[in-house]
């Protein structure tokens, strides 16, 4: 057994008030993580609160207890307390402070014990004991990981492997990318505890709405470029197009993804126009760090493949900002 996790095991050894918390704009991976996780340490006895900075894609409102789980953005007093009040946070699938907003300094004044679970390059060090491993397919997988080395993996009942295995599909889409072999033996395991992973890929992938279909429509057909010779695509969203559109939070994710499918592109930049802020989500194939990009541009970070910003501009700036940093990093393609 690990130090870490023979230290996890022992602040566990006695029911405990626990703070799980994720990333803003929860994805699939940080929700199932956290409901996973939250599911377990249930069961283990203790008292659990799941916070989310802000609201979550409804598409995964199939994910037990999400329901109970306190939203910052609108309950900015109980997500307070229940960082106040706890004696263990879990911070899972992030890896910076600035990731959770003012949150962040509730839990950096916290006198509660910090775990951390992700799977992010270079984690800050605000946490006491750490589950990092930037080669996991996700932090579900991690999730997983840590109760198997507690000894608990029969406590993982079909509801709790749910939620794990959402982060397993959402975060390799749906096992193309990002894998390692331990991720199959996972999504194996989760299987053989009574996970139907074909109903649940109908839940994630086929819960659409009409507006969402149209949504895409629109980004395609009037609201991308291609910068040909240098394999990069740019979409954009304006604020006209959120209130047209009816655009709430998650509606856009998986859009950037579509621009990869083009042979030739090797970058996809989506910038939309968020009240205050320019938002950038980048993707790339292969050996292109956006992670680098977007953290020496955009004020931001993620992964190598999959990286976010935010900056204080106008939506023309960031778009413009993208056609001159993109010839930086890639050559120019003889056409
Ligand atoms: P997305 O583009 O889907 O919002 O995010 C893709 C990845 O980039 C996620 O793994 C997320 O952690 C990271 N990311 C997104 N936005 C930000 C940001 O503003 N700051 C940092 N540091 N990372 C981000
Ligand atoms: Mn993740």
């Known amino acids: 057994m690990s130090e870490e996790i023979q230290k996890l095991k022992q602040l566990l050894s006695f029911p405990k008030e626990i703070a799980i918390i994720t990333h803003r704009n929860p994805d699939g991976d940080a929700m199932g993580s956290s409901l996973g996780l939250g599911g377990y340490l249930h069961k283990l006895g203790h008292n659990i609160k799941v916070i989310f900075p802000s609201e979550y894609p409804l598409s ?10 306190i939203i910052f953005d609108l309950d900015h007093n109980v997500a307070r307390k229940a960082i106040e009040n706890a004696d263990i946070i879990f911070c899972l699938d992030f890896n910076g402070l600035d990731r959770v907003d003012k949150l962040g300094e509730n839990i950096q004044f916290s006198k509660a014990k910090k775990v951390l679970i992700d799977h992010h390059l270079d984690p800050e060090p605000f946490t006491d004991i750490e589950f990092s491993d930037t080669g996991a397919s996700s932090t579900c997988e991690l999730v997983f990981k840590v109760i198997d080395q507690l000894g608990d993996k029969a406590m993982i009942d079909p509801e709790i492997g749910e939620c794990l295995f959402t982060g397993l599909v959402t975060d390799t889409g749906s096992f193309r990318y990002g894998t390692r072999p331990y991720t199959y033996v996972v999504a194996g395991e989760l299987k053989m505890l009574g ?13 659409q709405k009409e507006k969402h279909l149209r949504l895409l429509g629109h980004c395609l057909a009037n609201r991308m470029e291609i910068m040909k010779d240098y394999g990069v695509g740019i979409m954009w969203l304006t604020r006209k197009d959120y209130t047209d559109f009816d655009i709430q939070r998650g509606d856009t994710e998986g859009i950037v993804n579509y621009m990869l499918m083009m042979e ?3 970058v996809a930049a ?5 009240p205050s ?9 292969g050996d292109i760090s956006v992670q680098e990009i977007a953290g020496k541009y ?13 900056v204080y501009a106008s ?20 056409t």
């Open 270 to 274: 989506f910038v939309t126009e968020q």
């Open 315 to 334: 939506l023309n700036d960031i778009i413009e900002k993208v056609k001159k940093v993109m010839p930086l990093y890639l050559p120019k393609l003889i």
């Open 60 to 69: 995964y409102g199939y994910m037990k207890n999400v329901d109970k789980v």
């Open 264 to 266: 030739n592109i090797k």
């Open 195 to 207: 996970v139907d992973d074909y109903k649940l890929a109908d839940k994630i992938f086929n819960s």
């Open 277 to 285: 802020i320019i938002k950038i989500s980048l993707r790339s194939k």
């Open 298 to 310: 955009f004020n931001g970070g993620g992964h190598k493949n999959a990286s976010g910003g935010g």
